[in-house]
């Protein structure tokens, strides 16, 4: 399996010195936090978004994808949430990313028959457009739809091989499903698996890998045992918890504890 970060663990920090954190600590790849707080996002230009590929060409990091906003299953119109989508597809295809990150985020005014509905509608219209850039749709276990069983009932309403899961191991947990459990869900839509640690379902703060009560030595040697061999993306939290420790004193031992899973389950 290949390793990776999410930015969301520096929140702000300039491309130049995410690339050097990645090669300096051996991360395969990088997933970017595309929202306006940071270096990349959906407004910047075509120069901007070369010199940003350019960056991790050189030091052989890849980018694995973009963790993007756009809520699928929120009420409202179509339109702007597809046209969200399509600008990080847009984007995710100057930079050579495989993959763009989307939440559920169904609201509390809708049926959830409603809020699934709306989601599969507009994930099978964004993936016509997805087909055309190369780049997969990833809806992550999040918010409404934590488990991987709540994802698949919005993705097998889709049906289409450019929308897949992103399952996030924190969410999972929190709802309650073992990782054997997900791995049944999503496997055969897994795009990519968050990884992450906290001290409680009470108490989210991001810990180091190995730290916290998440079952990633489970999740780890179930997608060994299945024979998976795609990415973990180390998703540390730091943008919403300031108190947190920053991220650039764990990322070596957290590289050295997904290394130990990954030997242990192989």
Not at 9 to 14: A, F, M, R, S
Not at 78 to 94: C, F, G, K
């Amino acid at each position: 399996m290949k390793l990776a970060f999410s930015t969301l663990g520096v929140p702000g920090l300039p491309i130049p010195d995410v690339v050097r954190l990645a090669a300096t600590h051996g991360y395969h790849g990088v997933e970017l936090r595309a929202h306006p707080e940071e270096p990349v996002h959906p407004g910047i230009d075509l120069s901007e978004r070369a010199d940003v590929a350019a960056e991790f060409k050189a030091a052989g990091v890849e980018i694995l994808g973009l963790a993007g906003y756009a809520r699928v299953a929120a009420p409202g119109d179509d339109d702007p949430v597809i046209a969200e989508i399509r600008e990080l597809l847009n984007l995710a295809r100057d930079l050579g990313a495989p993959f763009v990150r989307v939440f559920p985020g169904a609201g509390t005014e809708q049926s959830l028959e409603e809020a699934e509905a709306a989601a599969a509608r507009r994930l099978g219209t964004a993936a016509e457009y997805a087909a055309d850039t190369g780049v997969r749709i990833l809806l992550e276990t999040h918010d409404s739809h934590r488990t991987g069983a709540d994802a698949t009932r919005i993705l097998g309403a889709v049906g289409h091989r450019r929308v897949g899961a992103l399952w996030d191991v924190m969410h999972t947990w929190l709802g309650g499903e073992q990782p054997v459990e997900t791995y049944a869900a999503l496997c055969t839509q897994l795009g990519y698996v968050q990884v992450k640690d906290i001290a409680s379902a009470e108490d989210k703060t991001p810990l180091g890998l190995g730290a916290g009560v998440l079952p990633l030595a489970e999740c780890v040697e179930v997608l060994s045992r299945e024979g998976w061999d795609g990415w973990l993306c180390w998703e540390y939290e730091k943008r919403w918890y300031e108190a947190a420790a920053p991220l650039e004193g764990l990322l070596g031992p957290g590289r050295e504890h997904l290394g130990r899973l990954l030997n242990e389950s192989a």
